[in-house]
């Protein structure tokens, strides 16, 4: 189909409607103060120094997955602080370390990519860790990039008031920074105040997110952090960083083929493999009797149900994928 031309050639348009014409839809105009700011913020840091924690205490509800392991965080998780001024776009990194794997690598990959793309940076340094190696490339890399730094001393909870005076000395002394904020994510300490300082030094801009998400995960990316979680809590430090997980198909029975429905009561059907690299991490994943994948399935269930809010049939199968953290084709099909 064309469209009418005029004498010399170009396209005709119709009439602008009126705008007193009662059929015409309204167009919504975002209502926020002139003043407002919004922006992305890093958080970044060696493996293990709380930046899940401290994300889900900033945001008030938990969106990261949390571990004692190191290396817990293998993507970028988003979560959304709107406030009447402002709005907090925070990235939950991979730790930042030295690869040992191509999955490691990868994740460094990401982590420095990550940074190009944010407003504000906000390193993790835990009160009762030495400052390292780690912490001083880290701090060498921040300061060719530019942007306002600031240096979070966390897990404050887990020293005295004379070390963690000493921490934030041997911090100020590790780089330029925008801001040094000491906070405690497990007791609520300070971070009121991390989050106004974080917001102070975002930049003049509408709202990013609509006002009511608190995140952009998909809900089967979720799902399978989930069961990695209650994995690694489980399975303590026999293999965590050999252990992934792929959500299989999440159905609804309610909506979908009922004939592929297992258990009672129009559950919703979650189907899960965990991945390990080795026939022996297998069995150690299952357990005797299949002691360590029923645990699992038990503490994964519940927290999928919370953050789904209905019942789950969840059901969890180990397969061996030898050396797939060191495998390219291995790492694409998972997404790395």
Request: aromatic fraction near 4%; glycine fraction near 8%; include cysteine.
């Amino acid at each position: 189909m064309t469209s009418a031309t005029d004498a010399d050639g170009f396209p005709i348009l119709p009439d602008e409607p009126d705008a007193d014409d009662p059929t015409r839809a309204p167009i919504a105009v975002p209502d926020y103060p002139e003043d407002f700011r919004a922006g992305f913020v890093c958080l970044l840091g060696r493996p293990n120094t709380g930046k899940s924690t401290l994300t889900n205490a900033l945001v008030g509800q938990k969106i990261a997955i949390t571990s004692g392991r190191p290396e817990t965080t293998r993507h970028n998780v988003r979560g959304v602080i709107s406030r009447p001024d402002s709005q907090l776009v925070l990235v939950d990194t991979p730790g930042f370390h030295r690869p040992r794997t191509l999955l490691g690598q990868r994740l460094n990959d990401l982590v420095r990519e990550t940074l190009t793309g944010v407003d504000v940076i906000a390193f993790c340094i835990p009160a009762g860790d030495k400052i390292g190696p780690g912490d001083r490339l880290i701090a060498r890399e921040l300061a060719d990039l530019g942007k306002p730094v600031v240096a979070v001393v966390t897990k404050t909870d887990t020293v005295s008031r004379a070390k963690l005076a000493e921490q934030l000395l041997a911090v100020d002394q590790l780089g330029q920074w925008a801001d040094i904020v000491p906070v405690s994510a497990l007791k609520g300490d300070q971070v009121d105040v991390l989050e106004e300082v974080l917001t102070s030094h975002l930049p003049a801009s509408p709202p990013l997110y609509p006002t009511d998400s608190v995140t952009d995960e998909p809900q089967a990316v979720m799902v399978g952090e989930l069961v990695r979680e209650a994995a690694l809590e489980r399975l303590r430090d026999e293999l965590p960083h050999s252990l992934a997980v792929v959500v299989d198909e999440i159905v609804d029975p309610n909506t979908q083929d009922a004939g592929r429905v297992k258990g009672t009561g129009n559950r919703l059907q979650v189907r899960v493999s965990l991945l390990v690299e080795r026939d022996s991490q297998k069995a150690i994943v299952i357990g005797r009797g299949g002691a360590n994948l029923k645990a699992i399935g038990s503490e994964a269930r519940r927290g999928i149900q919370e953050l789904l809010g209905r019942k789950v049939y969840l059901d969890l199968h180990v397969r061996t994928v030898k050396d797939w953290q060191s495998d390219p084709k291995a790492l694409a099909r998972l997404g790395f």
